[in-house]
């Protein structure tokens, strides 16, 4: 069993702190939020004062942070920077969404001072964090992913090696921005069949078993009362929020950019977004963008 420090215990990081200390591992965790930190502890973790003190001594770190700018400044440009204490054995995984750009300057001024840094963004949402069933996409090298795979396992389910550091991001980018593109494609059409007389249920039964299945209509129905345990029947509380989409269609655009990728669905997914965003929606799960239809 290994020694872990936890930065970043959120509604995605603290559940999947807690999977490390059930599958027999000692997590040293830190967050700004002492509640944080406390359900980590009640689960037989142990609580740190400061970032550092969760990283000094440990055989990998995990962090899970808001944005690009906390990690490069929590291991690289802060003003008590993780690189200057982490033991050179020390596996660094950072599960943060953030752009491709950044991930790849932090591993390579990690790997400078010998350090191992890999990117490893998971998709899930908070249900798969709390049921340790996450997807884990990594960029690093093969032998840093051989060594992060059992660590990833106790909070996921399937772990992919997109490739070299970054990739986890880019693929991340990339699976987010098809995930925005359904789901608003499949509360538009759910909401004509509704506008048309048609059973939500009855109508997403018809699509699943047909050309129009995917991903939305077999887990994560936008319809309230369609689906049992999903956001949409608990008033599109918890799950994946508005905000954090609009976050990740903005790191998709800033790759689509740069690459020179047409992405005019993406683009137009980016846009329904930002509208259901400055409606007051922020807070709410990704699948209320069927609110905005309905309301039109």
Not at 84 to 102: F, H, M, P, Q, W
Request: proline share 4%; hydrophobic share 45%.
């Amino acid at each position: 069993m290994a020694t872990i420090g936890f930065i970043g215990l959120g509604n995605m990081g603290g559940p999947m702190a807690i999977n490390l200390v059930k599958g027999g591992h000692t997590v040293k965790a830190f967050d700004l939020s002492t509640d944080a930190i406390a359900r980590v502890v009640d689960a037989g973790g142990q609580g740190a004062d400061t970032a550092i003190a969760a990283a000094t001594d440990v055989d990998f770190v995990v962090s899970m942070l808001p944005a690009g700018k906390h990690v490069e400044g929590l291991y690289l440009t802060g003003d008590a920077p993780l690189f200057d204490v982490v033991r050179k054995d020390t596996l660094i995984i950072d599960s943060s969404t953030i752009d491709a750009a950044t991930a790849q300057r932090v591993a390579a001024a990690g790997a400078e001072r010998g350090i191992d840094f890999i990117d490893a963004p998971v998709s899930g949402g908070v249900g798969g964090a709390v049921a340790g069933t996450l997807a884990f996409m990594t960029g690093g090298s093969d032998a840093q992913f051989a060594k992060a795979k059992p660590i990833l396992e106790c909070m996921g389910k399937n772990i992919f090696h997109a490739g070299d550091a970054g990739a986890g991001q880019i693929a991340k980018a990339c699976n987010n921005m098809m995930l925005a593109i359904l789901m608003s494609g499949t509360a538009e059409v759910l909401n004509m069949g509704m506008k048309n007389g048609m059973d939500p249920a009855v109508l997403s039964e018809i699509m699943k078993q047909s050309s129009g299945n995917n991903w939305a209509l077999q887990v994560y129905n936008p319809v309230p009362g369609v689906m049992e345990g999903v956001p949409s029947s608990n008033d599109y509380q918890g799950g994946f929020q508005v905000d954090l989409m609009f976050k990740d269609l903005g790191l998709a655009a800033d790759l689509s950019h740069a690459s020179a990728s047409p992405t005019p669905m993406g683009m137009s997914a980016k846009s329904l977004y930002a509208l259901h965003k400055a409606n007051g929606n922020g807070g709410l799960d990704f699948s209320s963008i069927l609110r905005m239809y309905q309301d039109s």
